[in-house]
């Protein structure tokens, strides 16, 4: 199945969550937020998260400026 992830058609088999993706893609457990289909999913949720064909997957790292 593809989902979208940052705005790029991604290819996950299915039954993927969304750990299985953010793993695969070397995003990682801290200093991030993700959303899925808009809305933020806590980091503890994400290993039960499971997707579906086509969903919108949002990538936020936090970084330090000023």
């Known amino acids: ?3 979208q992830l940052n705005g790029v058609p991604t290819e ?4 993927a ?3 299985d993706v953010l793993d695969a893609h070397g995003v990682p457990e801290r200093g991030v937020a993700v959303a899925v289909a808009g809305e933020v999913v ?3 949720a994400w290993g ?3 997707l579906r064909d086509g969903v919108v997957l949002e990538v936020l790292t936090a970084v ?3």
């Open 1 to 3: 199945m593809t989902v």
């Open 12 to 15: 996950v088999d299915p039954g």
């Open 17 to 19: 969550t969304l750990a």
């Open 42 to 44: 806590p980091r503890a």
């Open 48 to 50: 039960s998260t499971p």
């Open 64 to 66: 330090q400026g000023g």
